[in-house]
């Protein structure tokens, strides 16, 4: 499980292992209490949500937008 950044205890990451075939390009966030996944392309959408408040996701949001091409490069160099 790589991961990619941690940002005010939330931990962006991706699975070793993300099905077969490969999933779309995402990414998971998870802190103590919750978990969600973003797709990255063609745009970044909320993929699964469980446990975040829609303020936390709000934040998620701007820190995966901010980060994306940090994200598809990780993928990219990982899966690729």
């Not at 931990?11 to 099905?19: A, I, L, Q």
């Amino acid at each position: 499980m790589p991961v990619i950044l941690r940002f005010n205890g939330y931990r962006f990451f991706f699975y070793s292992n993300e099905g077969n075939p490969l999933e779309p390009m995402h990414i998971h966030v998870r802190n103590a209490e919750a978990e969600a996944k973003f797709w990255l392309q063609p745009e970044i959408q909320l993929a699964r949500n469980d446990g975040f408040s829609a303020r936390d996701l709000k934040e998620l949001f701007d820190v995966v937008e901010q980060n994306q091409v940090l994200f598809m490069e990780a993928w990219n160099e990982y899966f690729g």
